[in-house]
């Protein structure tokens, strides 16, 4: 079954940075769009960045030009590189997959499956 499974949450303060990875297994990872999205208390869902089948990006207004999406299909990994991180980026972080062969991969899709969260805490 798909498994994912995140990790690199932590504490920092802004302007710190902090790389989030998820291991997945259990489908054919290179034909699904991967993607990553947060939620804080209190708050919705919110997409942060996807990186698609083709290796093409595309991220939240909020964190365009700070965060940086990345996928190893050998690996089966995705990356998140946040830079410049800032109060109102604290959240839970959670990996998440749709397909295999989305047709429509964006910060708005409805993913099917979501990993388990890694905390990020962002101090002013």
């Known amino acids: 079954q798909v498994q994912l499974v995140e990790s690199g949450g932590g504490s920092v303060q802004a302007g710190g940075s902090l790389r989030l990875s998820c291991q997945a297994s259990?489908?054919?990872?290179?034909?699904?769009?991967m993607g990553w999205f947060r939620q804080a208390p209190g708050k919705g869902r919110e997409g942060v960045a996807i990186a698609d089948i083709d290796g093409s990006t595309n991220y939240a207004p909020s964190v365009e030009g700070r965060f940086t999406v990345s996928r190893d299909n050998a690996k089966n990994l995705l990356y998140l590189q946040m830079n410049n991180l800032q109060p109102e980026d604290t959240a839970m972080y959670y990996c998440?997959?749709?397909?295999?062969?989305?047709?429509?991969?964006?910060?708005?899709?409805?993913?099917?499956?979501r990993g388990q969260g890694t905390q990020v805490n962002v101090s002013s």
């Open positions: 259990g489908f054919f990872y290179s034909t699904y769009c």
């Open positions: 998440a997959a749709e397909g295999p062969d989305e047709l429509s991969c964006s910060v708005w899709t409805a993913f099917t499956y």
